[in-house]
Structure formats: structure tokens, C-alpha cells
């Protein structure tokens, strides 16, 4: 085994909450080390925006930018300030010693004064063929109608959207500013929506519901063209043209690597300490981004909470973990 490195902050994942986090701790000169993920399905370097095409609701890109892009530019501006970057994952932590204990897939064990989970929520997939591809492509298959639809793409065109929950009903009405058409896709013949949730959808004359029917296939070389469709009860199958297929059937927060020694909410995300604050349950570890989030769920929110939490676990190692057990040495703190 390597010897074990030790660290003041120490930050798991790399999206928009993490390299924010990461650009304002190393400002603090607290020397951050982001553990950014080797590639798995929970720990994608880069997060979820490594498969968004084009992102036009960021501030400061009037013209747009990739996903990628923007994140290359979050970490290349985060080394700046000399954060150190580990591209492996996070496959356990031990909560209950101080300095906190994470180990990786490569057998690498670091200590920590404080810790950083911004590991993010991936969306949940039909898993049907041609879904990925077109996503991955921007190719008329998104999990996220507030960063896509909008896009010229899907402007004046038919659109589908899976589900039958709050989000799925939101997204549909959402495409509606946009969509000439919307068509809810629900396998059930009942909305598990909140009433007034579908209502309001149901009610609009841009939208309306295939009961009963699941999606087979997105059809579609470079740009969705249609949907092969399935009916539950009868299984006969039909095709459905569409320019844009949104997929709201849920997210699953990253946190399966806590080992249940961080409190959560009941849908698995990480539940904070103190209403909007980013403190958990675990003095000295902290939470930003889609881990905790589940309701926003954009970059920006995301980042946001990255500051907050860079911030709290600053001033959390400055005074030297007030009223905490385990406290942290105190740091002089440059103001």
C-alpha cells in the first residue's frame, strides 16, 4: 500500500459544485486535492455535462459552450490556483476517525481535515437502443428539458417526454414554450404526479398522453426521427414521429459509496445538516451540487453550492471545528 496522503480539503468529483469548490479553496491556499473519478458510471470525470452538446443558459457564454468545454475550463482554472487532480474513484470512506479516511479503487488512502462530496446524480435511462447514442451525440435525446429545450433543434417540433411523475409533467409543460407539439409517453394509465402537477399538464392543449405505452426503440441515425412504441396491455407496437425524445423517469444520487455514514433523505441524497446549508450530519464533511440536490439540478446551482461549500469548510478549519469532536487544528485565517 502507498503511503497514505494527508490533506486539509479533500473534494470527490469534478463537475461544476467540485471544481468550484476546488477554485476557491486553493484561492484560500488550502491546497485542495479533487479526487475526480476514473470513468465508472458514478464517477465521471467531468460529471453529467461531459455528455451535454451545447449549454446556452450559463452565464458568461453568450454564444454557448459544450459541456466538456466548460468543464476543461472549470478544471484548467482550478489547477490554476493549484489544485492537485487524482483520476481515480472513491470506493470507500470511514467517517468515524479524524482525519476523515477515504480509500480508491487503486488502493490510494487519503486523510482529510475536511471533505467535499460533490458527486453528483446520474439520470435514469429507458435503456433501449439508440437512446444513448443520440444522447451522448446531441442528437435529440436529453434528461433535462431546462438545458435543452430551448435549443433551436427542438423549436417548433414535435417532442416526447417519458414519464409520469412531477418532473416528467414540469418538462412536458416546460417544452411547451417551444414545442409545437408534446406528447407524454406514460407506461401506466395514471399519472403518479401530484394532483395539481397533472392537471396543469392535462390541461394544456400543447400536450397530450399515450396511456399504457412504453418506448422500444429511438429511431435515428444522427437526429431522432420517431420512437418505436409498445403498448403494455396488448403489446402491439406503433411508431411515433418526433424531433426529441426527454427522458424524466428520475435521477440516482451518487452516494452508494458512503456506506450509510452519511444521513440521507428518503429518494438517497445526501440530507443537510442545516436546511439550505451544505454542512452533513459528519462534522467537517460537506455536500454540493446534484448529491444533495434534488431539486434544481442545474450547473449553475451547482456551482453555487460548490462556493458554499469551499466556504464553510474554510471557515470550519479556521476556527478550528467550534463545538465539533474531533477538531481540526486551528488555521490562520488571511481574512
Known amino acids: 500500500m ?12 469534478s463537475g461544476p459544485a467540485g471544481w468550484t469548490a476546488a477554485i476557491y479553496a486553493a484561492r484560500a491556499n488550502l491546497d485542495p486535492l479533487v479526487i475526480e ?6 464517477m465521471i470525470p467531468g460529471g453529467q455535462l461531459m455528455f451535454t452538446t451545447d449549454v446556452e443558459n450559463y452565464p458568461g457564454f453568450p454564444e454557448g459552450v459544450t459541456g466538456p468545454e466548460m468543464m476543461m475550463a472549470f478544471k484548467q482554472q482550478a489547477e490554476r490556483f493549484g489544485t492537485r487532480v487524482v483520476t481515480e474513484d472513491v470506493t470507500e470512506v470511514d467517517f468515524s476517525v479524524y482525519p476523515r479516511r477515504l480509500t480508491t479503487n487503486m488502493g490510494r488512502v487519503v486523510e482529510a481535515d475536511t471533505v467535499i462530496l460533490a458527486t453528483g446524480a446520474n439520470a ?3 435503456g433501449v437502443p439508440g437512446e444513448q447514442h443520440l444522447a451522448q451525440t446531441g442528437g435529440g435525446v436529453s434528461a433535462c428539458a431546462v438545458c435543452d429545450g430551448a435549443l433551436p433543434a427542438f423549436r417548433n417540433k414535435k417532442l416526447a417526454v417519458v414519464g409520469g411523475g412531477d418532473s416528467a409533467m414540469e418538462e412536458a409543460v416546460y417544452l411547451t414554450n417551444f414545442a409545437s407539439e408534446v406528447v407524454i409517453i406514460h407506461r401506466r394509465e395514471s399519472f403518479r404526479a401530484s394532483p395539481i402537477m397533472a392537471e ?3 390541461e394544456n392543449p400543447k400536450i397530450s398522453v399515450l396511456w399504457n405505452t412504453v418506448v422500444k426503440e ?9 420512437l418505436r412504441l409498445a403498448d403494455t396491455d396488448t403489446g402491439e407496437e406503433s411508431t411515433l414521429e418526433v424531433s426529441g425524445l426527454f427522458v424524466a423517469i428520475g435521477h440516482d444520487p451518487n452516494t452508494g459509496f458512503l456506506g450509510g455514514q452519511i444521513e440521507l433523505k428518503d429518494n438517497g441524497y445526501v440530507q443537510p445538516a442545516e436546511g439550505w446549508r451544505t454542512a452533513t450530519n459528519v462534522p467537517g464533511v460537506f ?3 446534484d448529491v444533495m440536490d434534488d431539486y434544481y439540478r442545474q450547473a449553475i446551482t451547482a456551482a453555487g453550492s460548490g462556493c458554499m461549500a469551499a466556504l464553510e469548510a474554510e471557515r470550519w478549519l479556521a476556527h478550528g471545528g467550534i463545538e465539533q469532536p474531533h477538531a481540526a487544528p486551528v488555521v490562520e485565517h488571511a481574512g
Not at 37 to 42: L, M
Not at 218 to 226: F, K, R
Open 287 to 289: 455536500a454540493a451540487g
Open 200 to 202: 396543469r399538464a392535462l
Open 218 to 226: 429511438v429511431v435515428g441515425e444522427t437526429e431522432v426521427e420517431a
Open 2 to 13: 502507498s503511503e497514505v496522503m494527508k490533506e486539509k480539503v479533500v473534494i470527490v468529483g
Open 124 to 126: 435514469r435511462w429507458l
Open 37 to 42: 473519478g476514473a470513468g465508472s458510471r458514478t
